[in-house]
């Protein structure tokens, strides 16, 4: 039962999600010089599975606040996930993005946010009228699996639209494991 109720919640949110955001955001990745994904807490875990992904694509990509993550320059894109569009240190680094004139696009279940207000593109998962709906998944957690989903079909899309075979993603992957 609950895991019916998961799967028709993740449904109705990417189902109510604009159709055309996996190729608006992989036009954002192709056109940015590097890429860094922050996001805080879950998020952040979801913007680590992202950066992954993008790595097997052949993306230059960095987490934020990794040691070994570079300095941020104009022509890079950050890409924040906060389901509210209010994480304080999300804001602070869509600030200094903004700042140092890379492109900031924004994952979220709010359109309207201070985040949205800092990003040169906004990507809404849902409706805030579903979010409201939702019983029996706490804290952020629809937000989370349905962005979580979101990002795995843009990176079908990639490798769909670019042709990548899984055999060259293969030699991408980590293999100190």
Do not use: C, W
Request: no cysteine; proline share 3%.
């Amino acid at each position: 039962m609950h895991q019916q109720r998961i799967i028709d919640t993740i449904t109705r949110l990417l189902a109510a999600t604009d159709p055309g955001y996996d190729a608006q955001l992989t036009r954002l990745l192709d056109q940015a010089g590097r890429i860094f994904v922050a996001g805080a807490g879950r998020s952040g875990l979801i913007a680590r599975f992202f950066a992954m992904r993008l790595m097997h694509g052949g993306y230059t990509v960095f987490v934020v606040g990794e040691i070994v993550t570079p300095s941020l320059r104009p022509g890079d894109l950050l890409l924040v996930i906060s389901g509210s569009g209010e994480t304080e240190t999300m804001v602070a680094f869509a600030r200094r993005a903004k700042e140092l004139r890379a492109q900031v696009a924004l994952l979220t279940a709010r359109d309207r946010s201070t985040l949205a207000e800092l990003a040169d593109q906004v990507f809404r998962i849902g409706t805030p009228e579903l979010y409201g709906k939702v019983v029996g998944l706490p804290l952020g957690t629809t937000f989370e699996l349905a962005a979580l989903f979101f990002l795995e079909a843009t990176i079908a899309h990639i490798i769909h639209e670019k042709g990548i075979p899984e055999e060259a993603m293969r030699t991408r992957h980590a293999n100190l494991e």
